[in-house]
């Protein structure tokens, strides 16, 4: 036998042969030795010992397997990552068309998706009168003012590359004719959808759950999904996801937690 017990048994076996040893009668110097009479341990005492012993060696093998139980661990890692070619759908719309405004105007918009945004003046009903106009607009938390002349005929127009979530508002006077302009915000926009597989393998020592991520720039996507993977097994995922723009990204499948199943 061997293991963590071992020394204690040792203790134990020490232990009952030294009380043999002393529970052997001992000479007298004066008196010829009596006859030997072998002691024995009482009843209560053996039936002690051996509680003790299966005491620890219950414990012992419990303790030790739970030990050896919580030391196996589940090691999923992604692998055969396939990121497929993008479809990208580009659109132009108006984000905001207030038509026809008479001085003075305003205008307060924040972005759904990144791209670029124009501020347009148009004043091409008018066939002889230009306008003037004057404009206060804040961008990205950066204020401005501008003046311009918008002709009979045309438009005038500002423009901004702006992100997700980011916000654009001011207000303008319009002077000439019935000091009146078109205004709209035009939005040039682009998402794209990707599809992409992968492979989970699990060298580890324990079947495990796990859950996959894909990251776009090294940072979290909006998609992930659990896995169940079974030691020394794989299991094939693939996901869809539509980005908000059609710049170029790393894409990559990551774990990002993981637990013994």
């Not at 004066?30 to 006859?35: A, E, G, V």
């Not at 040039?188 to 796990?210: H, M, Y």
């Not at 996959?212 to 996801?241: C, F, H, M």
């Amino acid at each position: 036998m061997s293991g963590p017990l071992t020394p204690i048994l040792l203790i134990v076996w020490k232990l009952l042969v030294g009380q043999m040893e002393l529970s052997q009668p001992q000479p007298s110097g004066i008196y010829p030795p009596p006859q030997d009479k072998p002691r024995r341990f009482s009843r209560n005492a053996l039936i002690g010992i051996i509680i003790i012993i299966a005491t620890l060696l219950a414990a012992g093998g419990y303790g030790g397997n739970r030990i050896y139980q919580d030391s196996l661990q589940p090691n999923v890692q992604a692998t055969a990552v396939n990121i497929g070619t993008p479809s990208t759908s580009p659109s132009s719309s108006n984000a905001v068309n207030d038509g026809r405004v008479t001085s003075p105007g305003s205008f307060d918009y924040t972005t759904s998706l990144p791209g670029t945004y124009t501020l347009v003046w148009d004043n091409i009903f008018s066939v002889i009168t230009s306008k003037s106009v004057s404009v206060t607009y804040t961008v990205s938390g950066s204020t401005h003012s501008h003046s311009f002349t918008v002709q009979p005929g045309h438009n005038y127009e500002l423009s901004f590359n702006l992100g997700n979530g980011d916000r654009v508002y001011g207000n303008f006077a319009v002077s000439g004719g019935s000091n009146d302009v078109n205004f709209y915000i035009t939005a040039q926009t682009c998402t794209e959808t990707v599809s992409f597989s992968f492979t989970l393998v699990n060298p580890g020592s324990a079947n495990g759950f796990a859950t996959a991520r894909l990251l776009e720039d090294g940072k979290d996507t909006t998609w992930s999904n659990r896995y169940y993977v079974p030691q020394s097994g794989q299991v094939q995922g693939s996901g869809t996801i539509t980005l908000s723009d059609c710049a170029s990204h790393i894409l990559s499948v990551s774990i990002s937690t993981q637990g013994k199943a």
